[in-house]
């Protein structure tokens, strides 16, 4: 049977991030059912007006609503996410670093040229010697010994570890990410269920009223019918608060899909909206998640990275105290012939600092300093990992017993409550009060039952963050 009234106010789902729950429907009192019986007064009541007819606001004109499940709004959110866009810039500047790390230094060329002015020199030259000086000399700038010595290889080192640090951190990044995408599509699948609902209470309360319009004077009194026609307005109220609901949780999730424009009228799978047990949860203890999760989850793996990437910078500073050895080779003449000032020459050189006041101290307590910077943070990102990954599982294990409760008792017991009392009023033995507190505790526990199961998949989701993998396949 139909619920014939509406008394409910939404509980919000509990998010645990950014994201907001739709917001509450308004209260509306119940009605009584089209056979009740109420006793006149005494004496004939006065007949008031006829009740005006209710004005109903012409329909909205929704465009087809959109279905998308789960798994493709994560494949759209994945492609066309802002914030994984910006993650992915992020990754592409740690390959530019390791591509200018492993650079080789480009060799130097130098070409001298110069002229003897001396007219006691060039008066004299014989034989048409040439007073022009030509020199040529080359430099590899380091580069040979900087690779001997293993100072780009380190220099790569470092850059690697940022680049997978970086990639980690992209990883970490769509597991965050992810969760509120997950809660913004369960808010969807909510708030269509609570407009489903309200549209079927509006749909009872209107029958009733129009049932109730017929029976007055003779059946019931004015104010009866008072309440039914409350009641009648109370439920548009509710419809038109669940559309509103469900025009926000579309929206919220056409933002996170990176939609431009138009925010499509996106519909929720309502196959998922269904209360299931996944597998790997029910077969994992909280011991085995938190050892997954210390394993497995990206922001761990990221700092480790950070470590290897702080030990390498270590063992860059102490070899960067070697000295860049720079070689070189030079050809020079000053005239030409055999009587030329200078005859061709070819040199060899080699150029090299001599580390004796500065040996690279400050580079290297920086480096050391930054490796137990990250050792500690290492330290706490695993802390807080165990920590989320107990939160998380506790909120799901309760999220969990009250749907079950919800499915296993309470709402057949709040259903047959409201049937035999509706069954006793039409029979004259109870009041409309009781009747009116039963009806309002079904429909009570109904809205609740949405909400509950709700915040149960968005425990699931939180569960499936703390652990950084999916625990639903």
Known sequence: MCCSSIAFAQKPVAPTKSTSPAAPAKSAAPIAPASAS?????????????????????????PTAQL?????????????????LLADAQVKSAEADLAS????????????????????????????????????????????????????????DVARAALAA?????????RTLDFALKQSYITLAAAQAALDFSKQVQSATTKTLDLQMLRYPKV???????????????ADQ??????????????????????????????????????????????????????????TRPDVQAQLRQ????????????????????????????????SSVSPPMVSVGITAPIPLLYQNQGEIAHAEADLYAQNVGRRKVEAQTTSEVANAYAAYSSSRRL????????????????????????????????????????????????????????????LEEAVGTDLRR
Do not use: C
């Open 307 to 338: 470590e290897q990437r702080a030990q390498a910078s270590i063992d860059l500073a102490k070899r960067q105290r070697v000295p860049d050895i720079a070689l070189s080779a030079q050809y020079s003449q000053t005239g030409t012939g055999v």
């Open 101 to 156: 790390a492993g650079y080789v230094p480009n060799p130097s060329v130098q070409f001298i040229y110069g002229r003897i002015v001396d007219p006691a020199y060039t008066d004299n030259l014989a034989g048409g010697a040439s007073a022009n000086s030509y020199a040529i000399g080359v430099s590899d700038q380091a580069a040979i010994f900087d690779t001997v010595f293993g100072k780009r290889g380190l220099r790569k």
């Open 403 to 462: 749907v079950e409760r919800m499915e296993s008792s309470l709402l057949d017991r709040s259903r047959k409550a409201r049937d035999i009392t509706e069954l006793q009023y039409n029979a004259g033995s109870t009041s409309l009060i009781d009747f009116i507190d039963a009806e309002r505790t079904f429909i009570a526990t109904n809205f609740e039952y949405i909400q509950d199961l709700a915040g149960y998949w968005t425990a699931v989701y939180q």
């Open 238 to 295: 509710s419809v038109d608060q669940a559309e509103q609901n469900l025009q926000s949780a579309r929206v919220s999730l056409a933002f996170l899909l990176g939609d431009r424009g138009i925010t499509p009228a996106y519909a929720a799978d309502p196959n998922l909206f269904k209360f299931a047990v996944p597998q790997k949860i029910e077969s994992a203890t909280l011991a085995d998640l938190e050892r997954e999760a210390i394993a």
């Open 38 to 62: 109420a006793a006149t007064s005494a004496s004939a009541p006065t007949p008031p007006p006829a009740p005006s007819p209710l004005v109903e606001p012409p329909p909205i004109v929704e």
């Open 220 to 234: 019931i009194n004015e104010g009866e019918l008072a309440r039914f026609e409350t009641t009648k307005l109370e």
């Open 68 to 84: 998308i499940s789960l798994d493709d709004a994560i494949k759209v959110f994945h492609a066309r996410g802002f914030d994984l």
């Open 166 to 174: 970086a990639k980690m951190s992209k990883i970490d990044a769509y």
